[in-house]
């Protein structure tokens, strides 16, 4: 029989996903911000008693809390559809009928497999059927989604979902280049490659439309 341990380190190694969305429990709420804070500050400090780590010493004395807070408040964040951002839409009153790309949308995220980052960027594109959103807005639910223990393909499905679901259109498309700390800085140690992966909806499904926002991608931006 297979070890269970070595089947699950063989999946996270593979960075295997097993679902469109993030595998949360449903109590996963129950606890406040600052609760959670508590808990994880204990959990901190037993896993840097346990590597030998001498938490009097000055350097290490707040480790337990800063890494607590930061996984809550910050890189964890997403997590918590309070924080999800509001996303308005406007009529689409200049009739603008072609896509428009956001591009190289800075995006830091968190390997689910063994917590550590995800670092590259993300290009998004839309075209309106009647609506669009603003600029800054885009960003917002690139962070969102990104601010959780997530995998690429994962992230840049729910990425055009979101979307989707707030212009009324499928015509959404995403790519996500990216370099995973899991694979530059341990295992392999390959500190070149990168990852891509995309999603295209509606209209982007056409090959032709694809090559457009390919192209626009690798548009040089100068000030």
Request: aromatic share 8%.
């Amino acid at each position: 029989m297979t070890n269970p341990n070595e089947f699950h380190e063989e999946i996270g190694d593979d960075h295997f996903f097993s679902q469109a969305m993030n595998p949360v429990r449903k109590d996963a709420f129950d606890l406040s911000d600052e609760q959670k804070i508590e808990s994880i500050k204990k959990d901190v400090e037993s896993i840097l008693n346990t590597l030998g780590m001498d938490l009097t010493d000055d350097s290490l004395k707040g480790t337990p809390n800063r890494v607590a807070k930061m996984f809550v408040k910050e890189i964890f964040g997403g997590l918590n559809p309070s924080k999800k951002p509001g996303s308005s839409t406007f009529d689409n009153q200049y009739k603008y009928g072609e896509m428009l790309v956001e591009k190289n949308i800075t995006l830091y995220s968190t390997c689910e497999h063994h917590l550590l980052p995800i670092i590259g960027r993300a290009h998004v594109a839309y075209v309106s059927t009647g609506k669009v959103i603003g600029l800054s807005k885009m960003n917002r639910i690139v962070d969102y989604y990104a601010k959780r223990p997530q995998v690429q393909e994962r992230l840049t499905m729910q990425i055009v979902q979101e979307l989707q679901l707030v212009l009324n259109t499928q015509d959404v498309a995403c790519v996500i280049d990216a370099k995973h700390l899991c694979v530059n800085s341990r295992g392999i140690r390959d500190i070149e490659s990168s990852t891509v992966t995309a999603e295209y909806g509606g209209i982007f499904k056409d090959e032709n439309k694809r090559k457009e926002f390919l192209e626009y991608i690798k548009l040089e931006t100068k000030f």
